[in-house]
């Protein structure tokens, strides 16, 4: 790692450590209309959830890497464990749901959860579990993710070092804007239109706007990366891309405490409707914010780093601890400062049980690493006899 580079992915890496809680802070509640308050924390905290680590994606990604290394990359650091702790949580879930104790769940497997969490990894619809009690909202991101990387060969072409592939990445990037606008304009023209509502299902449920900005993320990486570049504009991005974000998330706010409280005072949160741009706005913003920010090489940067390596397991497990958390303290989340204390609270208890689930992993990796026959000879080029050397992660 080259000197230079170490503190941008830090503060990238920051930024994926704060959409994690921005996304824990989404999932404590459900947009108050009557505390405007925590709805205009919660509407902030939405303009910097999942759709970011879809620019982060891309923003790492690199097309001259193989797609098999991204396949096994995301098969052992994303499916597997998604379904190992998928697993637990239904085995713990009648004592994380506060039905049964703890030492119930421990006198036999749970097979009727199991079968429900089958369900949930063949459908990809992870919104049906246990009457009452879901701790399985979120992974809806997995699949996603997983969804994008089998269009990883499509990603190589359009994001490949060439004349042709810089056009084609041109192309793609205004023919999504354009796209995605006109989505937004058909849905607010025809919103009882079962025809544009289903057609919408389609392109909201599909990868489709989730490559769009990882192919966005590596743009932003490609002009990032230009010489002077960094030096001459790193203050202006950070400063203003942080007031990007914060305009955005409050006029999202305003926007939807003006079109979508129904008399009743629920909210209906058709988010990318009349909502999209400034949503859109604010992600971006966000996402410049941490790409600027430099946070140094000394401890805090391997602070950061340490806790960013455990966000995935944070991300999957979050919603079984709050709910017990919450049953266990009894919070009150009408209150800004209860709502940013308890997703405090449940972030940090959270990033907790995922150092534990990484050492896990480390240990299983180590343990296959060590069983591996030695590796035959190499070549003067670094071939072997096998083909050749492999390209590091």
């Known amino acids: 790692m080259s000197a230079a580079k170490a503190p941008r992915e830090a503060g990238i890496e920051l930024g994926r450590i704060y959409c994690c809680f921005c996304v824990v802070l989404i999932h404590l509640s459900s947009f108050y209309p009557s505390q405007p308050d925590v709805s205009w924390a919660w509407s902030v905290a939405k303009c910097a959830a999942t759709p970011v680590f879809f620019l982060i994606a891309g923003f790492f990604f690199a097309a001259d890497k193989p797609f098999s290394m991204y396949m096994r990359r995301i098969t052992a650091r994303v499916m597997i464990p998604l379904v190992l702790v998928m697993l637990l949580i239904a085995q713990l879930t009648p004592w994380l749901s506060s039905r049964g104790s703890f030492l119930d769940c421990l006198k036999g497997p749970n097979l009727e959860n199991f079968l429900l969490v089958g369900r949930i990894l063949v459908t990809t619809w992870p919104y049906d579990y246990v009457e ?101 504009w790193r203050r ?69 780093l340490f806790v960013a390596d455990k966000t995935f397991y944070t991300y999957i497990i979050h919603e079984a601890v709050y709910h017990k958390l919450l049953y266990l303290t009894g919070w009150d989340l009408t209150e800004l400062g209860g709502y940013l204390s308890f997703g405090v609270l449940t972030f940090a208890v959270s990033t907790c049980l995922a150092v534990v689930f990484k050492r896990i992993e480390k240990g299983v990796v180590s343990f296959i690493a060590a069983r591996r026959k030695p590796a035959p000879a190499t070549g003067p080029g670094g071939e072997t006899a096998w083909g050749p050397a492999p390209i590091p992660s």
């Open 236 to 304: 202006k991005i950070l400063w203003g891309s942080l007031a990007a974000y914060l305009a955005g998330g409050s006029l999202l706010f305003f926007m939807t405490m003006a079109f979508n409280v129904a008399p009743d005072g629920r909210v209906n949160q058709l988010y990318f409707n009349r909502e999209f741009a400034p949503y859109l706005f604010a992600q971006l913003g966000m996402f410049l914010f941490f790409m600027s920010l430099d946070p140094g090489r000394g401890l805090l940067s391997r602070a950061i």
């Open 132 to 232: 009452g009690y879901n701790p399985f909202l979120s992974v809806w991101f997995s699949f996603a993710l997983f969804l994008c990387y089998l269009f990883i060969p499509f990603l190589k072409i359009v994001c490949a070092d060439s004349p042709g592939s810089r056009r084609l990445k041109r192309y793609v990037l205004w023919a999504g804007a354009v796209f995605f606008v006109a989505r937004v304009t058909l849905r607010c023209l025809f919103m009882d239109s079962f025809t544009f509502q289903h057609l919408d299902w389609w392109i909201s449920q599909k990868p489709f706007y989730w490559l769009w900005l990882m192919t966005l993320g590596h743009e932003f990486r490609v002009v990032w990366d230009r010489p002077g570049f960094r030096e001459r």
